[in-house]
């Protein structure tokens, strides 16, 4: 028996089992309510981020009808890849874009058509390879392959003339201005036209895509609003912004919970305390300090804290295994390190709740006066 | 040099309508293996007594020595530690904590200093006639034997004097002499016992019977 008063907090708890048991409930509905809606929101928040990935590092630049530019030409193209290689590593990929008939036998599909040079820099292939630079054949978007049963090495018809299909792309879940899904993509020379619909800048992280849009603006339309300039990096971060508020709207939520629970505790334990006051007394009189009675009744209600919260995370681990079993959130969203701080800081603050409810009774049954506890 | 020494001792209550002298002026000695018996009716002081050699409570006035040591004015804290190594106590109504055995009852006051004397607790009960009761609990046991199991808590911890409130008062007669046979055997050893008790048997088994009324000793 080295740490006596949890001996004595022990089995003082397990003389009422149901009461114990429904103390720790309370905490552990506490534990569970924040840390289930903590990581429910980071698990919204990361996972909508993940899907608006692109559209928080692409900016899109378009020729500004309104001032009568219809294509951007190369000139402009230059300007923009200078702008860009001035403050980030961003991509630049200008697009051509059409729109037609794509046949392969019987099956037809109207698809956009992309004339585009470089698609390995904004695109990943799912079959097939993506060439560095695109001089012949077809690459076709993963919706528009399965339409037509497509496969790389097929021939296909683009609005008459015919292509081998090089490479079939990554199906693309994320949302894009530039979704490639019911595409085809062609060599730049394939598409005709002068110049070029769109100028996709592909950056690395949402704060370069902000700083490659404000360059750009700042070079291009310098005299004359030549491009119009889409990004969404700020959009992105103002919905970061919503999802963490989110988040903090439902660990507030459990927060609640948790206060009751506390008091839950406090009450418990005054109960207890007060039904042991002879008891206590007696302790008191045969010498047993007041600090040794604190720490039982504090040990009681961390323990009872610690039960409740930590079966309250395992019930968590339950729940959010069921989550990621019954919806097509990926693993690595639900094992994100955030995920894991909820769970920690919810089983401390289970603790923690309880054990600072447990601070006032413990302390009046600390300091009651033995002669007055034995008289009851 | 006596075991408990009272000198002068008063104590005051605050009451409804004024204070209440509960002890007035009270001097008194117990010598060490006496059995003295505090006799008197309801209201004459006897508990305030007890629990004024019993460290439970302070004097007003004057001083109370516990083997030559003057324990007037000590702090909550070390008075508790001079309770624990000096002084025993039997309940009227026993106060054995329900949920523990017979032995544990008596081990509990040695529990928190971190070394159980459950051998010491067990010979105890062997002495007080309960060798054969260690598992059970209170309500396994009758008033008598609960009585003693109460005897053998009081002397776990070697005290100098064991407090007895009224240690027969719940008990019928028989029972009651068996358990003032035991505490008569603590003596033995050198330990004073000091009974408060309405009970005449209780001052028949008493070397010495103090009567108090209205607080002061008559």
Redesign the interface.
């Known amino acids: 028996m080295r740490l006596p008063a949890l001996f004595v907090a022990r089995r003082n708890l397990s003389r009422n089992r149901l009461r114990s048991a429904l103390a720790a409930l309370g905490i552990l509905v506490g534990v569970v309510a924040i840390a289930s809606l903590g990581i429910f929101g980071n698990v919204l928040a990361v996972g909508a981020d993940d899907a608006l990935g692109d559209i928080g590092t692409q900016v899109i630049v378009t020729p500004n009808a309104d001032a009568g530019f219809e294509t951007i030409d190369d000139r402009t193209v230059t300007e923009i890849e200078r702008a860009v290689a001035d403050v980030s590593e961003a991509t630049v990929v200008p697009l051509r874009t059409d729109g037609g008939l794509v046949r392969r036998g019987g099956n037809a599909a109207a698809a956009t058509i992309y004339g585009i040079e470089n698609p390995a820099a904004i695109y990943e292939a799912r079959e097939g390879r993506l060439p560095e630079r695109h001089r012949q054949g077809a690459v076709v978007g993963a919706g528009l392959a399965e339409t037509l049963e497509l496969r790389a090495g097929d021939n296909v018809e683009v609005d008459g003339e015919t292509h081998r299909v090089v490479a079939v792309l990554e199906p693309v879940e994320t949302f894009t201005p530039v979704s490639p899904d019911d595409a085809v993509m062609l060599p730049e020379g394939a598409v005709g036209g002068d110049g070029y619909e769109q100028v996709v800048v592909e950056a690395d992280t949402g704060p370069e895509a902000t700083a490659s849009a404000a360059a750009v603006e700042a070079a291009v339309n310098d005299r004359e609003e030549r491009v119009d300039v889409f990004e969404l990096s700020t959009v992105v971060d103002e919905i970061d912004e919503f999802f963490s508020l989110l988040s903090g709207f439902l660990v507030g939520l459990g927060g609640i919970s948790l206060f009751v629970a506390g008091v839950s505790i406090l009450n418990v334990m005054l109960m207890s305390t007060v039904e042991r006051r002879r008891e206590i007394g007696v302790l008191r009189a045969v010498g047993v300090s007041r600090a040794d009675i604190l720490r039982t009744i504090l040990i009681e209600a961390a323990l009872l804290g610690l039960l409740g919260a930590a079966v309250g995370v395992a019930v968590t681990v339950a729940l959010v295994t069921a989550l990621y079993l019954a919806t097509p959130v990926e693993l690595w969203v639900v094992l994100h390190p955030m995920n894991g701080v909820y769970l920690l800081a919810a089983f401390a603050f289970g603790v923690l709740v309880s054990v600072v409810s447990g601070l006032y009774p413990a302390w009046k049954a600390a300091t009651e006066r033995p002669v007055d506890a034995l008289r009851g | 040099m006596a075991a408990v020494e009272l000198r002068g001792v008063t104590r005051r209550y605050e009451g409804g309508a004024g204070p209440v002298v509960a002890l007035d002026d009270v001097s008194m000695d117990v010598e060490p293996g006496e059995f003295v018996a505090v006799m008197g009716p309801s209201g004459s002081g006897k508990s305030t007594l007890l ?1 004024l050699v ?1 460290l ?2 302070a004097p007003d006035e004057g001083t109370v020595r516990i083997e030559g040591r003057d324990v007037t004015d000590l702090g ?2 070390e008075r ?2 001079v ?3 000096t ?3 039997v ?1 009227q109504d026993f ?1 054995l ?1 329900p ?2 055995s017979a032995l544990e009852n008596v081990v ?2 040695t ?4 070394d ?1 004397a459950r051998e010491r607790a067990a010979d105890l009960l062997e002495r007080v006639g309960l060798g054969d009761r260690l598992e059970h609990t209170p309500d396994e046991l009758s008033g008598g034997q609960k009585q003693r199991v109460a005897i053998a ?2 002397l776990v ?1 070697r005290p100098r004097v064991v407090l007895a409130d009224e240690p027969t008062g719940n008990l019928d007669r028989d029972t009651g002499a068996r358990v003032l046979e035991e505490l008569t055997a603590v003596t033995d050893d050198g330990v004073s016992v000091v009974a408060v008790t309405h009970d005449p048997v209780v001052a028949g088994f008493a070397d010495r019977t103090v009567r108090l009324r209205d607080g002061v000793v008559v």
């Open positions: 629990n019993g439970l409570d909550v804290d508790t530690r309770r624990r190594d002084v025993g106590f309940f106060h904590i949920t523990l509990v006051p529990v928190f200093g971190g159980p808590r009081a911890n």
